[in-house]
């Protein structure tokens, strides 16, 4: 299989913690995105991260990628409520087609 | 503004029957998509269209249809022959160039009656 797995499957924090979750995939990619889904609805684009980038904030985001290891992190700095929801990473392979991870479950507890 | 609209947001498909879920963009986008949603997984995906009137298989066709007239409408019919339609159904566009982020619709949740 082409998608990537996160992990941990689920997490749960308390509001002003860090979440960290982590993505692996398995074949060479031109780049690596992170989306986010709230429950019932569409998913929405976080940040992306180039093959021959390392490391990439947007406010409170924290991505970093190491191609040798195939894996990716995303870090949420002093989590709040309203950033409970899924997040999945996805690797750009092929004909523009992206394949999505399972996806992490992040509860933050207010 | 511009987006993506789906619609139904629910729809109940009764035995041997097709339905059609509907996906409009106003984002000009070349290329959009249809994804499979289950519970607690990721998505997969079912077909996609890099330009008018083209479009090709996903990862999990079998079962389902689409046609791409319209740059701004690209429709999904799920047939009786999918066995096992119940699941959310995520449509995305992107305009054109490698690697660009998938802009997605709110969904449509089909459920067998």
């Known amino acids: 299989s082409q998608q990537g797995e996160e992990d941990p499957q689920a997490l749960s924090i308390q509001e002003g913690e860090n979440a960290t979750m982590n993505c692996s995939y398995k074949t060479s990619i031109n780049n690596l995105q992170w989306y986010r889904q709230n429950s019932g609805r569409g998913l929405v684009h976080l940040i992306l991260i180039r093959s021959n980038e390392r490391e990439k904030h947007s406010g409170r985001l924290r991505v970093t990628l190491d191609t040798s290891k195939k894996s990716s992190s995303l870090l949420i700095t002093a989590s709040r409520a309203a950033d409970t929801a899924s997040y999945f990473c996805a690797h750009l392979t092929g004909a523009n087609n992206l394949f999505f991870g399972t996806g992490t479950r992040l509860t933050v507890i207010p | 503004d511009g987006g993506i609209t789906q619609s139904p947001k629910y729809l109940f498909r009764k035995e041997g029957q097709n339905v059609t879920l509907s996906c409009e963009q106003n984002l000009n986008h070349d290329a959009m998509y249809w994804y499979r949603q289950d519970p607690g997984q990721g998505l997969r995906l079912i077909y996609y269209?890099?330009?008018?009137?083209?479009?090709q298989k996903g990862d999990i066709a079998e079962g389902y249809s689409v046609s791409r007239e319209k740059k701004e409408s690209f429709p999904l019919t799920v047939t009786s022959a999918q066995k096992n339609p119940t699941a959310f159904y995520l449509c995305?566009?992107?305009?054109?160039?490698?690697?660009?982020?998938?802009?997605f619709g709110d969904g449509t949740r089909l459920s067998i009656l």
């Open positions: 995305a566009s992107t305009p054109t160039g490698l690697g660009q982020p998938q802009h």
């Open positions: 269209s890099q330009i008018v009137n083209d479009f």
